[in-house]
């Protein structure tokens, strides 16, 4: 008889070795992010330029944003997560659907590569390397996006950023905070990426 097989046995009979995320309860809601309305609405259908049009990737993330958990820089080595408060998926992946969004409302046409096998002539990418609170004054949101734009004409890079104080750090009104910084955030990629054209 293997002499492991006892011991796999013992192991198997004390559960799973690891809890993805622990003993914590369930946060009573999961935030997302949601674009402002546009100011006005084109009547009509519009005719769409597809040699203007654009696929958006992804962002990257540094290591304290790859979580569904909202990051306060208490210090400038210390970071800590708002307590019971979750994004119901990766900032990054909310912040591509938002961008996605004000490029559509500003009439740029997006293609998803993932669903029509397709790719733009221009191409979005970049880091979202901030996107919490920042509590080491007064407490504030802050977005940060680095962003390149490649297409016929070549590359081009921009930093984007915005801020919004938060009176407190708790989930609701953080979400909220953060929703109108990255909104502004997008809409000012959206007005750089139509002024490429």
């Not at 006005?40 to 569904?68: E, R």
């Not at 591509?96 to 029509?116: E, F, K, P, T, Y």
């Not at 953060?178 to 959206?190: E, F, M, P, Q």
Request: aromatic content about 4%; overall charge neutral.
């Amino acid at each position: 008889m293997n002499r492991a097989l006892p011991l796999l046995l013992l192991l198997a009979g004390c559960g799973p070795l690891v809890e993805i995320g622990g003993n914590t309860p369930r946060p009573a809601a999961l935030y997302t992010l949601s674009a402002a309305p546009p100011e006005a609405v084109p009547a009509g259908v519009q005719p769409i330029d597809l040699s203007k049009a654009i696929t958006i990737d992804t962002p990257t993330l540094p290591g304290a944003l790859q979580t569904v958990r909202i990051p306060v820089t208490v210090s400038d080595t210390s970071i800590q997560y708002v307590r019971d408060a979750q994004w119901a998926e990766q900032p990054n992946r909310l912040f591509q659907r938002l961008l996605a969004d004000m490029l559509v409302h500003s009439g740029v046409a997006v293609i998803d590569q993932r669903s029509s096998g397709q790719s733009a002539q221009q191409r979005l990418t970049g880091q979202l390397t901030a996107f919490g609170v920042d509590a080491r004054g007064s407490p504030q949101v802050r977005v940060r996006f680095d962003a390149t734009l490649s297409g016929p004409d070549g590359i081009r890079q921009r930093r984007f950023e915005r801020e919004a104080p938060v009176g407190d750090v708790a989930g609701a009104p953080v979400a909220e905070a953060l929703n109108g910084a990255a909104n502004r955030v997008a809409a000012d990629v959206a007005a750089w990426v139509s002024s490429a054209g």
